[in-house]
């Protein structure tokens, strides 16, 4: 059973920065699509970034939102994956989920391919 914990959220001001990772347990991904989901209070839940890795391409997404400020990458080793969040906005402000598919997905935006999710953490920046 795979399990996916989510770490490093917290309380921010406009203009810092914070860390998010996702500790994978119970399976070892090779070839992989995970991917980093937020929701805001009173909204839908939307896709943030997503990385993808088959053999030694890696290929990664983001939603236009944060492209340019977040930056999703992770640790083979470690089995870990992170989301560096810089510059961020009281808009940011969500609980941050991440989620993994088994194996490689086509649309890495579109959650219903996700196949395992954390539980969340929660991100604030205040103004």
């Known amino acids: 059973q795979v399990q996916l914990v989510e770490s490093g959220g917290g309380l921010v001001q406009a203009g810092g920065s914070l860390r998010l990772s996702c500790a994978a347990s119970g399976r070892t991904f090779s070839s992989y699509t995970m991917g980093w989901f937020r929701q805001a209070p009173g909204k839908e839940r939307e896709f943030v970034a997503a990385i993808r890795r088959s053999g030694i391409t890696t290929n990664t997404v983001y939603a236009d939102s944060v492209k340019g400020r977040f930056t999703i990458f992770r640790d083979n080793v470690k089995n870990t994956m992170y989301l560096q969040m810089n510059s961020l906005k009281p808009e940011d402000t969500a609980v941050y989920c991440c989620?993994?598919?088994?194996?490689?997905?086509?649309?890495?935006?579109?959650?219903?391919?996700?196949?395992?999710w954390g539980q969340g953490t929660q991100v604030t920046v205040s103004s």
């Open positions: 989620a993994v598919a088994n194996g490689l997905i086509a649309i890495m935006s579109a959650e219903r391919y996700y196949d395992y």
